[in-house]
């Protein structure tokens, strides 16, 4: 369970943002953890810290059929011996996804919720049966984003304003908005924080950002804000354009970049380099916070 941290970070030369006269750095938070990568790691391990204070022996955690998190918990909860229950949007299928496959190896409960339901799975009427199927637990909500897991998000900004002092902004993936959340609080309050959301529509994960910081700190912190225009068709969906950018970014770099969340929000700096988001003069930090170890 030990981590890698601070994870390493690297200045990467490329014409293409030289020419803007901008100059980035990867954050490898993906090598913190080689079951738990990056952002998963640093929600959860708060929230197993006061798992374990409380007393619980299991952790309840919600998700998608393909969710990360979901699968890092139950890496998680291997490797401290601790019970988890994945509850799961929508149906269930067999055979298992790769992703639902490996929580299952790793020991995890699987439970299903329909979409109605799952709606409501932070609330009593859901959350109460499901204690008295499996006793009692600490709940994590979905994608690990509560105080905790925020709080944990804060250190890893903390980690990069100790690294690379001489930083403008910071652009961070943004899928349910913890990492940016807590990123933004715990980076100089001068810097700039730029969420690049992977999911359909607009505006919609700035109430949230808000809501989280002000659940884990008291109120809003940090002077971050969420990009809407480079989710490349919404959440795990690609285009010929991001595996061309991807394709070339290995080519250049010998890096393979997590496409779900990371190259979005890579092709987002590349895309706006130059711009007033990211103007000539910025010394850029990426933060790398995943892939997940089965991809
Ligand atoms: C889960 C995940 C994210 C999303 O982080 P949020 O805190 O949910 O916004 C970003 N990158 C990777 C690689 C992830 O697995």
Redesign the pocket.
Known sequence: MTPRIPSPVVELDDERLRRHGVRLWLKRDDLIHPDL????WR?LVGNLRRAADEGHRTLLTFGGAYS??IAATAAAGRLLGIDTVGVIRGEAHRPLNPVLGRAAADGMTLTYLDRERYRRKHLPEVLDPLRERFGDFHHVPE?G?NDLGVRG?RDLGAEIAAQLPGTDLVCV????????AGVAAGVPPSWRVLGVSVLRGDGFLDPEVTRLQREAFGGRRGDWSIDYRHHFGGYARRTPELDGFMADFRARHGIRL?P???AKSLAAVYGTAGSPLVPAGSRVVAVV????PWW
């Open positions: 990568p990056g952002n998963k929600k990360h998190h994608g984003s998000c993936p943004v899928g349910s908005g913890g990492t940016i997590e779900v969340y990371v916070t995943g892939p997940p």
